[in-house]
């Protein structure tokens, strides 16, 4: 491997956990701040949603999840014949799976239940489904930590295998 792509595959590679690293902090954000008031007491608190200045999720997270995924294929792709490959392609299928989830489950159940509107009383039955959903969503975020501190541990395999270092010096 040249020293200029190796470089270039370091650099994918760190991206790729500095966008893992930043979905699990904007994760987190929303499990301490965002979604426990959300849940607390629906419809009622479904208000930090509404109006011209609510609270939009779909901001970031559309944006935000494709160049993620992009970026962990892209690293597969420039690690495929390093011993980094075991290290990413477990966390590609991880992402894929917790995105799967958010595509079926996740943001479905969250827009129809944002999307039933304020209310001036609390529904218990609402409630207790936005708790589920925090609960739940609070496990798929978790499953992404140990995957991303394992493609982290894959900073420390090389990029080449001892005999091209031998044949490069």
């Given at each position: 491997?040249?020293?200029t792509?190796?470089?270039?595959?370091?650099?994918?590679y760190?991206?790729?956990?500095?966008?893992l690293?930043?979905?699990?902090?904007?994760?987190?954000y929303?499990?301490?701040?965002v979604w426990p008031?959300?849940?607390a007491a629906?419809?009622?608190?479904?208000?930090m949603f509404a109006?011209?200045?609510?609270?939009?999720?779909?901001?970031?997270?559309p944006?935000?999840?494709?160049?993620?995924?992009l970026?962990v294929i892209?690293?597969?792709a420039?690690?495929?014949?390093?011993?980094?490959?075991?290290?990413?392609?477990?966390?590609l299928?991880?992402?894929?799976v917790?995105?799967?989830?958010?595509?079926?489950?996740?943001?479905?159940?969250?827009?129809a239940?944002?999307e039933?509107?304020?209310?001036?009383?609390?529904?218990?039955?609402?409630?207790?489904?936005?708790?589920?959903?925090?609960?739940?969503?609070?496990?798929?975020?978790?499953l992404?930590?140990?995957?991303?501190?394992?493609?982290?541990?894959?900073l420390?395999?090389?990029l080449s295998?001892p005999?091209?270092?031998?044949?490069?010096?």
């Open positions: 491997m040249s020293a792509r190796i470089r270039i595959t370091e650099l994918v760190v991206t790729a956990c500095l966008a690293s930043i979905v699990i902090g904007a994760g987190l929303e499990h301490v701040v008031r959300w849940s629906p419809p009622v608190s479904f208000s109006g011209d200045f609510g609270l939009d999720p779909s901001v970031l997270w944006r935000l999840h494709p160049g993620v995924m970026t892209a690293t597969l420039l690690c495929w014949r390093t011993p980094r490959r075991r290290y990413v392609t477990p966390v299928g991880l992402y894929a917790t995105l799967v989830a958010t595509q079926l489950y996740f943001a479905p159940q969250a827009i239940m944002i039933l509107g304020v209310g001036d009383v609390v529904d218990p039955a609402l409630q207790t489904r936005a708790v589920t959903w925090e609960r739940l969503s609070a496990l798929r975020g978790l992404l930590v140990p995957g991303t501190f394992w493609m982290l541990l894959g420390r395999q090389p295998a005999d091209d270092a031998r044949a490069a010096g």
